[in-house]
């Protein structure tokens, strides 16, 4: 149960993080680097999507003891 909730997890987060990446690249795009609207949901996007990943990885992949 805790793993299926930890790939729950980590599958949703990988979504969200990637709403904050798709959008602030489209916008790179149009408009150009702008500090506030391009580079922080970049960042944030990019450390929740690694979170997320790891989080996922290690509910698919268990720690051996």
């Known amino acids: 149960m805790k793993r299926t909730l930890l790939a729950l997890l980590g599958t949703v987060g990988l979504l969200v993080g990637l709403g904050f990446i798709l959008p602030a690249v489209a916008w790179w ?16 996007g990019t450390v929740l ?4 990943g790891a989080t996922l990885m290690r509910s698919i992949f268990p720690a051996r003891h």
Do not use: E, K, R
């Open 49 to 52: 999507c690694g979170a997320a």
């Open 29 to 44: 795009q149009a408009h150009g680097l702008a500090l506030p609207q391009v580079v922080l949901p970049l960042i944030l």
